[in-house]
């Protein structure tokens, strides 16, 4: 499956985007989808995960309540809406695929190229 990101851009703090993540190649119905990302310096770390079903949905401690991950997959596409967004939200944003059985714990082996995502403050 090949993953297209897009959505990222430069925004002031307390404002929102709305990424979105395309498949080619494969429905994303097969696959446990999820969003990382990773800032200058740091580590990529997990910032949300959906389940095939879309039953289980998991989010980083700091997003909660701020980000909404959804699918759709009849569009082959993930979203991830973010809000309130804060300067340490300032990031390359990924999307990835696992081929789970069940649940979004991955491994997550297939990535998109990123969108940057910079908040002013």
């Known amino acids: 499956v090949q993953l297209q990101a897009s959505g990222g851009g430069l925004v002031q703090a307390g404002g929102s985007l709305r990424l979105s993540c395309v498949a080619s190649?494969?429905?994303?119905?097969?696959?446990?989808m999820g969003w990382f990302r990773q800032a200058p310096g740091k580590e990529r770390e997990r910032v949300a995960t959906?389940?095939?079903?879309?039953?289980?949905?998991s989010y980083l401690d700091f997003v909660k309540g701020r980000f909404t991950i959804s699918r759709d997959n009849a569009k082959n596409t993930v979203y991830l809406q973010m809000n309130s967004l804060k300067p340490e939200d300032t990031a390359v944003y990924y999307c990835?695929?696992?081929?789970?059985?069940?649940?979004?714990?991955?491994?997550?082996?297939?990535w998109g190229q990123g969108t940057l995502v910079t908040v002013s403050s």
């Open positions: 190649g494969r429905t994303i119905s097969s696959y446990a």
């Open positions: 959906i389940s095939k079903s879309g039953s289980t949905i």
């Open positions: 990835s695929a696992s081929a789970v059985r069940v649940g979004v714990s991955g491994p997550y082996d297939y």
